[in-house]
T-cell receptor
Framework: DAKTTQPNSMESNEEEPVHLPCNHSTISGTDYIHWYRQLPSQGPEYVIHGLTSNVNNRMASLAIAEDRKSSTLILHRATLRDAAVYYCILNTGGFKTIFGAGTRLFVKA | GAVVSQHPSWVICKSGTSVKIECRSLDFQATTMFWYRQFPKQSLMLMATSNEGSKATYEQGVEKDKFLINHASLTLSTLTVTSAHPEDSSFYIC??????????????????FGPGTRLTVT
């Protein structure tokens, strides 16, 4: 499975945008880039996914580098409820999803 | 849409007993379900992958005779922890993968996770 690298933690101020980076230099052409987040004592929550083009949904935006070796999850206005561990995961053809360590996001009021 | 439930949400059992955890996809069909285990301050660790109607595939180091998985229908998978011991105490999370092409899903194999079951073995 192709691996991803994320910073261990990041900090943001409330109401400000947050850019969460993810490196995936060994990504293959068929790998989808998925982002999930996990709030304390809860199961992970699907956030967004993409293949080649940038994506937007009601939760976030996903910016994918042209060479697809990195991506950035963008939270446009962080709230205290966005404090969570964010996981960037590659998935090909419906195979198993392996979680890395993720990025713990702290949001300051 | 895309709701996955788990039952129970928490359970306390005595050492040596068995515990069954249910995972249901409530509003979609899932041919594949996954079981994860998570210890405090750690990431999720995949235990096994189960496909409806067939035997589960266990990850290396996971005892299949201790963690029994049954995936009897497109909406239900169960994990039974047999002869539980205190070291089995953990947060167990299931997830279901939507069937690509079905209504509301994008064919990108996204997974939807249950809320987790906290198991404490005394």
């Amino acid at each position: 499975d192709a691996k991803t690298t994320q910073p261990n933690s990041m900090e943001s101020n409330e109401e400000e945008p947050v850019h969460l980076p993810c490196n995936h230099s060994t990504i293959s052409g068929t790998d989808y880039i998925h982002w999930y987040r996990q709030l304390p004592s809860q199961g992970p929550e699907y956030v967004i996914h993409g293949l080649t083009s940038n994506v937007n949904n009601r939760m976030a935006s996903l910016a994918i580098a042209e060479d697809r070796k990195s991506s950035t999850l963008i939270l446009h206005r962080a709230t205290l409820r966005d404090a969570a561990v964010y996981y960037c995961i590659l998935n090909t053809g419906g195979f198993k999803t392996i979680f890395g360590a993720g990025t713990r996001l702290f949001v300051k009021a | 849409g895309a709701v996955v439930s788990q039952h129970p949400s928490w359970v306390i059992c005595k050492s040596g007993t068995s515990v069954k955890i249910e995972c249901r996809s409530l509003d979609f069909q899932a041919t594949t379900m996954f079981w994860y285990r998570q210890f405090p301050k750690q990431s999720l660790m995949l235990m096994a992958t189960s496909n409806e109607g067939s035997k589960a595939t266990y990850e290396q180091g996971v005892e299949k005779d201790k963690f029994l998985i049954n995936h009897a229908s497109l909406t239900l998978s169960t994990l039974t922890v047999t002869s539980a011991h205190p070291e089995d105490s953990s947060f167990y999370i299931c997830s279901a993968r939507a069937v690509p092409g079905t209504s509301g899903f994008h064919g990108a194999y996204e997974q939807y996770f249950g809320p987790g079951t906290r198991l404490t073995v005394t």
